[in-house]
């Protein structure tokens, strides 16, 4: 538990300490179907052998015990935002989300993810296990976006947010801001897509 305060006390944004709220990204998988070119998960020399090797499930919700055991003794709440690569190929997953929903009931949970594997069924699924938001990255218009990830991303991405949309999540998009894409941020893409989730968030992160 020790070691476990000392990791999160230092690279805890000490707002959410201020908050009294704990929100864990908790990486399932590095496997990803997408290319994305700013991804530093390629870049890490152990990537190959995590892909075949992940975290097993039992340690996967000792550590989420640990987690919510110590916010607890903080007096803070705890959110999971759940993601990978792609946390939906992660042969742990499901097993995961239905731990959490049994165990901790009320933990909000989100969805950090791509659009490929997002179904009607898929996010049924996933809300009956207390998921409440699934958050999908869309980093420019169509040409932009497809430049950066994957050809035909962009369409497929707008597919899904209407989907989560139409079963009762929260969509949320995450825009990376770099230099090859900022433009797209600050002109048309902030008018037009935003409308997307109706309801959803769109929150932005440098790259």
């Excluded at 499930?57 to 959110?79: C, F, G, P, W």
Aim: aromatic fraction near 8%; hydrophobic fraction near 35%; glycine fraction near 6%.
């Amino acid at each position: 538990m020790a070691e476990l305060q000392n990791s999160i006390l230092y690279g805890l944004n000490r707002g959410l300490m201020g908050n009294r709220e704990l929100m864990v990204q908790l990486h399932l998988t590095v496997k990803c179907d997408q290319n994305c070119t700013h991804c530093y998960l390629h870049e890490d020399s152990y990537y190959k052998s995590l892909v075949t090797n992940e975290l097993p499930k039992e340690k996967i919700l000792n550590l989420i015990d640990d987690i919510v055991l110590y916010a607890k003794r903080q007096n803070m709440t705890t959110s999971f935002h759940i993601t990978g690569g792609d946390p939906i190929l992660s042969k742990n997953f499901w097993e995961v989300l239905e731990a959490i929903k049994a165990k901790y009931h009320n933990i909000p949970i989100t969805i950090m993810g791509n659009s490929y594997h997002v179904t009607e069924t898929s996010i049924r699924e996933m809300k009956k296990r207390g998921v409440l938001q699934y958050q999908i990255s869309l980093d420019g218009l169509e040409s932009t976006h497809d430049m950066i990830r994957k050809k035909g991303s962009f369409e497929d991405g707008i597919r899904a947010l209407s989907i989560i949309h139409e079963q009762g999540l929260v969509a949320a998009v995450m825009f990376t801001v770099s230099r090859r894409n900022y433009k797209d941020f600050l002109g048309q893409f902030t008018r037009n897509y935003t409308q997307t989730t109706k309801r959803g968030l769109l929150t932005t992160n440098k790259g």
